[in-house]
């Protein structure tokens, strides 16, 4: 069987686990990877998140020098209730698309990385190597790898990152980070028929939502991420329509660049609030990941992947956040790049696919990174 090949069958592998979050259930994907890999040769560590749920980390190489880190998620998003026109987890192939949930975001690019791991198994083992970490619940904000920091699994001091996200095989080299803020809003309980008697907290939050609505960020624009936003997504109160709600709680995301300081960020939109809002509690609170243009290894990316797609690339952000952002703290300071064959626009749709040419591509472009780190300089 020929790699591409080999590419789409584990693909297809991957996509019959229902890894749908919640509840996520990666734990025998994640087996069944371990096994292939510790069948290849390589060292493999399972590390449980929570029952039936599980991340992997897999290395091999010499033990000399910091090996190449490819990175993906193992989990998927639920499909929806539009009717899909196949089986979401057949991985059905037609019109030189490869269909199924997570097919895209990113079952193919984890397959595709792990594939030319095997196929370059041989220059792996002899060199600095490679570390593949592959993550349960990417999806919620990236638990599984920050359990992997947190309980100090070992991800064997990578030199370099490859997150194999949907970038449709261009380069992206950070993204914006994450701030996700539950406001609340607190006011006095009454009967619906005396609310004169009581303090809606309802009201309170619908103003600071009128105020959310044309709220600018403060922070300057950065040259590639662009600027900072900032989005209403959830707005609860009440416990029955004929009582006043003493308490609303409203929960916003705001997208952070690098160098910014999220407890100051979130100080400061607390303050604009006021006093409609009374507290703000971060839910979620992810880093921004950038790495300069004029990196040397991302240089080194840039000319192969001219090679590969043709495409002259120049810098760039990816609109979405990803694992990088825990993993950059157990790398500090290496060159992080998002790069993989899915189709960016086709995540989280329904029938979700990825092309088998972006497959092709990725494969042969992944083999040329890892040759290239693999392989000594004189």
Same mark, same amino acid.
């Given at each position: 069987?020929?790699?591409?090949?080999?590419?789409?069958?584990?693909?297809?592998?991957?996509?019959?686990?229902?890894?749908?979050?919640?509840?996520?259930?990666?734990?025998?994907?994640?087996?069944?990877?371990?096994?292939?890999?510790?069948?290849?040769?390589?060292?493999?560590?399972?590390?449980?998140?929570?029952?039936?749920?599980?991340?992997?980390?897999?290395?091999?190489?010499?033990?000399?020098?910091?090996?190449?880190?490819?990175?993906?998620?193992?989990?998927?998003?639920?499909?929806?209730?539009?009717?899909?026109?196949?089986?979401?987890?057949?991985?059905?192939?037609?019109?030189?698309?490869?269909?199924?949930?997570?097919?895209?975001?990113?079952?193919?690019?984890?397959?595709?990385?792990?594939?030319?791991?095997?196929?370059?198994?041989?220059?792996?083992?002899?060199?600095?190597?490679?570390?593949?970490?592959?993550?349960?619940?990417?999806?919620?904000?990236?638990?599984?790898?920050?359990?992997?920091?947190?309980?100090?699994?070992?991800?064997?001091?990578?030199?370099?990152?490859?997150?194999?996200?949907?970038?449709?095989?261009?380069?992206?080299?950070?993204?914006?980070?994450?701030?996700?803020?539950?406001?609340?809003?607190?006011?006095?309980?009454?009967?619906?028929?005396?609310?004169?008697?009581?303090?809606?907290?309802?009201?309170?939050?619908?103003?600071?939502?009128?105020?959310?609505?044309?709220?600018?960020?403060?922070?300057?624009?950065?040259?590639?991420?662009?600027?900072?936003?900032?989005?209403?997504? !959830?707005?609860?109160?009440?416990?029955? #329509?004929?009582? $006043?709600?003493? %308490?609303? &709680?409203?929960?916003?995301? @705001? +997208?952070?660049?690098?160098?910014?300081?999220?407890?100051?960020?979130?100080?400061?939109?607390?303050?604009?609030?006021?006093?409609?809002?009374?507290?703000?509690?971060?839910?979620?609170?992810?880093?921004?990941?950038? !790495?300069?243009?004029?990196?040397?290894? #991302?240089?080194? $990316?840039?000319? %192969?992947? &001219?090679?590969?797609?043709? @495409? +002259?690339?120049?810098?760039?952000?990816?609109?979405?956040?990803?694992?990088?952002?825990?993993?950059?703290?157990?790398?500090?300071?290496?060159?992080?790049?998002?790069?993989?064959?899915?189709?960016?626009?086709?995540?989280?749709?329904?029938?979700?696919?990825?092309?088998?040419?972006?497959?092709?591509?990725?494969?042969?472009?992944?083999?040329?990174?890892?040759?290239?780190?693999?392989?000594?300089?004189?």
């Amino acid at each position: 069987m020929n790699p591409l090949d080999r590419a789409i069958e584990l693909t297809r592998s991957l996509l019959s686990y229902d890894t749908t979050n919640p509840p996520g259930n990666e734990q025998p994907c994640a087996e069944f990877l371990a096994r292939l890999l510790a069948d290849a040769g390589f060292s493999t560590t399972l590390h449980e998140l929570a029952p039936g749920r599980a991340s992997l980390v897999a290395y091999l190489g010499n033990g000399q020098g910091r090996p190449l880190c490819f990175t993906g998620h193992l989990d998927t998003v639920p499909l929806g209730q539009a009717a899909w026109s196949c089986d979401p987890f057949a991985g059905e192939i037609r019109d030189g698309r490869l269909y199924g949930r997570g097919s895209s975001d990113m079952k193919a690019g984890i397959a595709t990385f792990i594939t030319a791991a095997l196929q370059e198994r041989s220059l792996i083992a002899d060199g600095p190597g490679v570390v593949l970490v592959l993550t349960a619940s990417e999806e919620t904000g990236c638990q599984g790898a920050a359990a992997l920091l947190r309980d100090g699994v070992d991800q064997h001091n990578a030199g370099a990152i490859i997150v194999g996200e949907m970038t449709a095989n261009y380069p992206l080299i950070g993204h914006k980070g994450a701030l996700w803020l539950k406001l609340g809003a607190r006011g006095k309980s009454a009967h619906g028929s005396m609310p004169e008697r009581g303090d809606n907290a309802l009201y309170k939050a619908a103003r600071a939502l009128g105020k959310i609505e044309h709220y600018q960020v403060p922070a300057p624009q950065h040259p590639v991420l662009g600027g900072t936003s900032i989005s209403a997504g !959830t707005l609860h109160a009440g416990s029955s #329509i004929n009582v $006043v709600p003493d %308490l609303a &709680e409203l929960c916003v995301d @705001i +997208r952070c660049l690098p160098g910014m300081c999220h407890a100051t960020t979130r100080e400061t939109l607390l303050a604009a609030l006021q006093p409609d809002i009374c507290e703000a509690q971060a839910v979620l609170d992810l880093p921004a990941v950038f !790495t300069e243009g004029d990196d040397p290894w #991302i240089a080194t $990316v840039y000319r %192969l992947s &001219e090679e590969e797609t043709g @495409i +002259r690339p120049e810098p760039r952000g990816a609109s979405y956040f990803t694992d990088a952002c825990a993993l950059q703290h157990a790398h500090p300071g290496v060159p992080i790049v998002i790069l993989g064959p899915g189709t960016p626009h086709m995540a989280h749709q329904t029938d979700e696919y990825c092309e088998i040419a972006r497959i092709d591509e990725a494969l042969r472009l992944y083999r040329r990174l890892i040759s290239h780190w693999c392989t000594p300089t004189t």
